[in-house]
Each structure stands twice: as structure tokens, then as C-alpha cells.
């Protein structure tokens, strides 16, 4: 399962709120290169001499989207759960203790003197579809779901997949894939199988 728009809210939206930097509200709802569009966010930091603890301040008020927490705690007991996600560890670990601390499968960045953003550390190119690919190799059943265009690797290896709450676009591209719009509608396609 994907994380943000997912489980919790998009971080860069809130951050972007936070600071009024319309710029960081773009996501992988928006561009599909995954880097690309952090070459064009640690761009906008630098700019601004914006820096990690002050991400952090705004993450560390956000919490689970509402029904969150319960459709996990409700979920694991009957099913495996990793979350695989294109955020960071120094992001997502705070959020990851308000939902329970599930298994969660991220990049890392790396971090200057004063805190600043000097490179994103990805674990692996392309590591949902591949993280899906292995544990379909350890014979597992995968049940995939998120909701932007870096997702589409995973959901695509899959066997089985819903779109949870996508944007329209993402919905018309790929009409094939189950749409969820709410932690009700994803559970009945989870339990469906």
C-alpha cells in the first residue's frame, strides 16, 4: 500500500500550505517522473533556504487521514501489510507511529550542516514494482493499492489492484484498475479476492 494520499496527507501539500510556496504542491499526482520532481522540490528548498527540521515541524502536526488507524489496525489482523512509499525515513517515522508502526519500505536523504537537503537517496529505482515482483517470488498474493502515477509499477505487478481516491486523470489513463474512494470500498475489494 501506498502512503500519502493513501494513509496520511501528501507532506509536500502541507508543507507548501505551510510556507505559501504554491510550487511544493506539485506530486507524483502531477508528474510522473518521480525524479524529476524532486530535483525540481530540492530546488525550491534550496531557493528558499528552506531545511529538514522545518519539514519535519509541519509533519510532526499532521495526522492519519480520518478512518485511517482503523482500516490498518482492522486489516493486519488478518492480512500482511508493508507500505511501500517515495518518501523519506525522516519524514514518514513520526507519522508511522500514529498508525500503529507498520512495515514501511522508503528512501532516505541526506542531510547537510544546518540541516539542509543535499540529495535524495533512493533504496532502489523502481522499488515498488520490484518489492512487489519478490514477494510474488516468496509466493505471496499481492494486493496492491495507491493512488498517483509512481504507483502504477506496483499496482500494475500486482495480482489484484485498486486506485484509492486517484485524480481523474489517473482514473481515465487506466480504466482497467478498480477505483476505491473510501477505507470502506478498498476493504471489500481487499476482502473480495
Known sequence: MDLEGVL????WIAFAEETKIEELKRTTRDEPDYGKLM?????????????????????DRLDPLPGADEFLRNLRKSHELI??????REFALPLMDKLGS???FCHELEVGQ???????????????????QYLQKLNFEVIAAGDSYNDL???????R????????????????????RNYDSLKEFIYRG
Open 153 to 159: 509499477g506496483m499496482l500494475l505487478a500486482a495480482d
Open 114 to 132: 544546518g540541516g539542509k537537503i543535499e540529495k535524495v537517496k533512493l533504496r532502489l529505482s523502481d522499488h515498488k514494482r520490484k518489492s512487489v
Open 83 to 88: 507500505i511501500l512509499s517515495d518518501t523519506f
Open 161 to 180: 489492484c485498486a486506485l484509492y481516491n486517484p485524480p481523474d486523470t489517473l482514473v481515465s489513463e487506466y480504466p482497467d484498475i478498480e477505483v476505491a
Open 8 to 11: 496520511i496527507p501528501e507532506i
Open 102 to 104: 507498520p512495515t514501511l
Open 39 to 59: 530535483d525540481y522540490r530540492l530546488e525550491i528548498l534550496n531557493r528558499n533556504g528552506l531545511t529538514l527540521p522545518e519539514i519535519q515541524k509541519v509533519i
